[in-house]
């Protein structure tokens, strides 16, 4: 089987040979220069440049000259950039791979189980090759989806990929793009679905050129952390929404990933009648009928109308949010930090913990004190918990610490296992940061390759240095000093998975411990969570306990946790079986003392 992404950008490969187009609104004259030879491209209209060369064929290299200048850049829509970002850009044939998993259809959202993964960092080599291989061990484990992070060519060898410039060209640091369809091949014949996560934003500072021959791309009238806004919603913004509509399909058709994590949400700016997220959810949907196609979002506004269902229970738009809220209810609690958006959370952890547990966003309309009291959220208590992604760690919340912390770390690793049950047992979806499944004493630090760019690296240093000068432990002076430098190598070699350490205690107990649980969400939450939901309730027998149970109309799964340093006395009989229990609790009947810091999960039949 042979998949290709047709699209009105870039290089398309076709009969009479290979057609380039380009949107080049502010340009006056562009030519394509192809394996050395010059092409003058002709205006078509509305901005565009179209030409068929017939010599072109597939591995052939190409830019484009702007106004005559002397520097070539690249194709925006690249499907591969072998010298980087700056480099040329490679015509790709997408029919020269042949696919292994005809048949495949994704996997029902409930059964998602999610491994997120930086590519370059995963394993030693920092392959998709070497990711592949180690995808049958956490198949083992429980894994059932993995998310890349993103794999938008960014400049240089190392990167997050936030900085990514052009979004349809996987990065060559880590492969060819047959390399990533192999992995994505080889991940569906595990079982395991593949997520990607996509930057629509904002582009990286590197390696970015399309203000050179289309300023129409941006507008001032929407200024984001990064600058000017993308014009989704401005008279010349069709080519815009069509470019990262068609990179969302070109992942879905092209490498039939089952997914994708849309970055930042709260930052794409719009106010066209038709939000870009709203499309982008439709298009997506239609483009893969009988696939399971699952679309996550990142949003600090906790805005419910995107996570809306149908009377089937089917996501209309999107299927789910990451539920930040709950991860800094965890970290609150395990770690008792109160700086930053945690200030939020630390006045009533416990609270706010069974909100997000049994209605989804902590947040739902509330003044927020970290955001000098605006209000954010939505009401989100009448969706079901797979509309949310759950989660004790990520990217973000690892790598944005000073040190880039894990929260092993952190936490006392008693109180940890009490939180690994309460993630990886309850209805939510559970997501994984790479190598969480063992404790991986490996931070996770900030780190990018901006040389030969001096002044940029020196910026990226020095702001990194000044984004924690507020936090008491770096507000003497010259105490930032000690934060990993973002722009060295050695920061992103300490940041590397070192997989042979999960066959060595203590972390080989913990991976035990998360194959375990992961077998038990398998046997008995999961039958649940695939029938349909009949609400939640969410109670606190005392201020540093919880008391929560969720409805499906295939029975009931109760979570009850105590966070307090004393034990807790529960009231009234304990009906249901017990599925998960802290150790030291009689697993037959919990009893009427539940033990500081410990927990316990039941099922039961529907009443």
């Known amino acids: 089987m042979r998949r290709r992404h047709a699209m009105p950008f870039g290089a398309e490969i076709g009969d009479r040979g290979v057609r380039f187009a380009l949107w080049a609104p502010s340009a006056n004259n562009v030519a394509v220069v192809l394996d050395g030879a010059e092409h003058d491209m ?47 850009s490679e015509v790709i044939d997408p029919r020269t791979y042949e696919w292994q998993d005809r048949g495949w259809a994704g996997r029902p959202w409930e059964e998602a189980v999610i491994y997120e993964a930086h590519v370059g960092t995963a394993t030693p080599e920092g392959t998709y090759a070497a990711l592949a291989g180690k995808l049958e061990a956490l198949r083992e484990l429980g894994i059932t989806a993995i998310e890349l992070l993103p794999l938008a060519d960014f400049a240089g060898s190392r990167n997050w990929g936030y900085d990514g410039v052009l979004p349809y060209a996987p990065d060559s640091v880590y492969g060819r793009p047959e390399d990533l369809k192999r992995l994505v091949d080889r991940a569906h014949s595990l079982g395991i679905m593949v997520m990607i996560d996509v930057v629509y ?52 058709e092209e490498f039939n990933v089952d997914g994708l994590r849309f970055d930042a949400v709260h930052a794409i700016l ?17 483009v893969a009928p009988g696939r399971h196609i699952h679309l996550v979002l990142e949003n600090e506004k906790n805005e419910a109308r995107w996570l809306e269902r149908n009377e089937s229970g089917k996501p209309k738009l999107h299927t789910a949010q990451w539920n930040d ?8 609690l395990l770690t008792g930090e109160s700086e930053a958006y945690y200030q939020d959370f630390a006045d009533k952890p416990v609270e706010r913990l069974v909100r997000c547990l049994s209605e989804g966003f902590g947040y739902q309309g509330d003044p927020s004190a970290h955001a000098g009291g605006k209000l954010r959220g939505e009401p989100s208590g009448h969706l ?109 070699t300490r940041s590397t998975l070192d997989w042979d350490e999960a066959g060595r205690d203590p972390h080989a107990a913990v991976l035990a411990d998360t194959r375990r649980l992961l077998a038990l969400r398998r046997e008995h939450v999961v039958p649940l969570t695939k029938t349909p939901y009949r609400g939640a309730e969410g109670r606190m027998p005392t201020p540093r306990s919880v008391d929560v149970t969720w409805r499906f109309e295939g029975g009931t799964l109760r979570f009850v946790a105590n966070f307090g340093a004393e034990a807790v006395e529960l009231e009234g009989p304990h009906s249901g079986r017990v599925i ?28």
């Open 42 to 88: 002709p205006d078509v209209g509305g901005g565009w440049r179209r030409l068929l060369v017939p010599e072109a064929k597939h591995g052939s290299r190409y830019g484009f000259r702007i106004n005559g200048g002397e520097a070539l850049v690249p194709d925006p829509a690249s499907r591969f950039q072998p010298e980087d970002v700056s480099g040329l």
């Open 201 to 252: 934003n904002h582009f990286g500072p590197a390696g970015n050129y399309l203000s050179q021959y289309a300023a129409q791309f941006f507008t001032e009238r929407h200024q984001t952390p990064w600058g000017a806004g993308l014009n989704f919603d401005g008279r010349e913004g069709r080519p815009v929404r069509d470019f990262f509509i068609h990179n969302a399909l070109y992942w879905i």
């Open 270 to 286: 719009d106010d066209s009648e038709e939000n870009i997220l709203a499309e982008l959810a439709q298009r997506a949907r239609a």
């Open 325 to 332: 809220d709950i991860h800094h209810c965890w970290h609150v």
């Open 384 to 492: 079901p918990p797979s509309a949310f992604v759950a989660f004790l760690q990520n990217h973000d919340q690892i790598g944005n610490r000073a040190f880039g912390d894990r929260l092993s770390a952190l936490a006392d690793p008693n109180r940890l296992a009490l939180a690994r049950a309460g993630l990886l047992l309850a209805p939510q979806i559970p997501r994984l940061f790479m190598g969480e499944e063992w404790s991986a004493s490996a931070p996770y630090q900030f780190f990018v390759d901006f040389a030969p760019d001096e002044d940029l690296s020196r910026a990226v240093r020095e702001g990194r240095r000044r984004e924690f000068q507020h936090f008491a432990a770096f507000s003497a002076p010259g105490a930032s000093e000690s934060i990993p430098d973002p722009t060295a190598e050695s920061t992103f």
């Open 580 to 607: 998960w229990a802290s150790p030291g609790i009689d697993q037959a009947a919990p009893g009427p003392l539940l033990p500081a810091w410990a927990g316990f999960f039941t099922t039961g039949d529907t009443g």
